[in-house]
């Protein structure tokens, strides 16, 4: 196989840390007609979606989309800074209350402690600062991609295996309806021939060239040899587009319908109970078949 098969859910996570910043990416993917992104972007790496949308591209084709990027700071804070505003608010305060009460001065070390007062102020982000932290995040993001892309790979081999299952079931069906009893020559011929009868001994009667053209159209829809032909042509096609790999969903969900239209066709022709239910089986095989190459990318 040149390529592996691939399926359109997974999930992807990578982080890279650049001077006390986590840099965190995570990437899902569920079915798609599409390949359509979604962005939650942290502030400050809007500048970059365009870059992280052709990052997803390269190593994905089809499936609903969703990347999340995030940048948090480490827990030790960047320094500690005095709240003037609250400070100012304290300080008045403890003098109001120093005219009505009796009592000691605040402390410094008290007056400090109070929540509020003292605040930690993360360290300013420089453009260059911010420069490197944009290659981590493309970095990160294909990263996360390529971790997705692996865990649709993993889920593409599973199936791999479901969709040749299921195909090996529709070409043991076609064989079944290909040898059916009712598709010999004197089946057919008896069928016709008792139809006809029927055809004789309706009370408006018909001309010879009626006959005869009613004859043909019997045989016509009796025939399923097209359909048959079909099936295994399409079986084959399928099982080439497996056997190539790749972003192949699309192809074989095309294949998958003109399956069921064959698989249609034959039950309306049938004239025989066992092969309608060899038809119906067919059906029911296909949709399996169709419910599977729909994960596919």
């Known amino acids: 196989m040149s390529n592996p098969l691939a399926s359109m859910t997974g999930f992807g996570r990578a982080e890279i840390?650049?001077?006390?910043?986590?840099?965190?990416?995570?990437?899902?993917?569920?079915?798609?007609?599409?390949?359509?992104?979604?962005?939650?972007?942290?502030?400050?790496?809007?500048?970059?979606?365009?870059?992280l949308r052709r990052i997803l591209g390269k190593h994905l084709t089809r499936g609903s989309v969703t990347l999340s990027?995030?940048?948090?700071?480490?827990?030790?804070?960047?320094?500690?800074?005095?709240?003037?505003?609250?400070?100012?608010?304290v300080l008045d305060i403890a003098a109001e209350l120093g005219t009505r009460i009796d009592a000691r001065r605040p402390s410094i070390d008290g007056i400090l402690a109070l929540k509020g007062v003292l605040e930690p102020r993360d360290r300013p982000v420089t453009a260059q600062l911010q420069e490197r932290l944009d290659d981590a995040a493309r970095q990160c993001v294909d990263a996360a991609a390529l971790a997705l892309a692996e865990s649709r790979a993993r889920e593409g081999v599973h199936?791999?295996?479901?969709?040749?299952?299921?195909?090996?079931?529709?070409?043991?069906?076609?064989?079944?309806?290909?040898?059916?009893?009712?598709?010999?020559?004197?089946a057919i011929l008896a069928r016709l021939t008792s139809q006809v009868e029927m055809l004789l001994q309706s009370e408006n009667g018909l001309s010879e060239d009626r006959l005869h053209a009613e004859a043909v159209l019997l045989a016509t829809k009796a025939d399923i040899r097209e359909e048959l032909d079909r099936l295994v042509a399409?079986?084959?096609?399928?099982?080439?587009?497996?056997?190539?790999?790749?972003?192949?969903?699309?192809?074989?969900?095309?294949?998958?319908?003109?399956?069921?239209?064959?698989?249609?066709?034959?039950?309306?022709?049938?004239?025989d109970v066992s092969l309608t239910a060899i038809g119906l089986d067919l059906k029911a095989a296909i949709d399996q078949l169709r419910e599977q190459v729909q994960n596919l990318e």
């Open 69 to 89: 990027l995030s940048a948090q700071r480490e827990s030790t804070p960047g320094e500690i800074v005095v709240n003037r505003q609250a400070l100012d608010t």
């Open 159 to 186: 199936l791999g295996a479901l969709i040749t299952a299921r195909l090996d079931e529709i070409a043991n069906l076609t064989a079944s309806a290909e040898a059916h009893p009712s598709r010999t020559r004197e």
């Open 234 to 271: 399409h079986v084959a096609a399928a099982r080439a587009l497996l056997q190539g790999g790749g972003p192949v969903g699309r192809k074989l969900d095309f294949l998958s319908q003109e399956f069921n239209r064959e698989a249609n066709t034959l039950c309306s022709k049938s004239n």
């Open 17 to 51: 840390l650049i001077e006390g910043i986590s840099v965190q990416s995570e990437v899902r993917s569920v079915n798609g007609r599409g390949l359509d992104v979604r962005t939650r972007l942290a502030s400050g790496f809007e500048q970059i979606e365009t870059d």
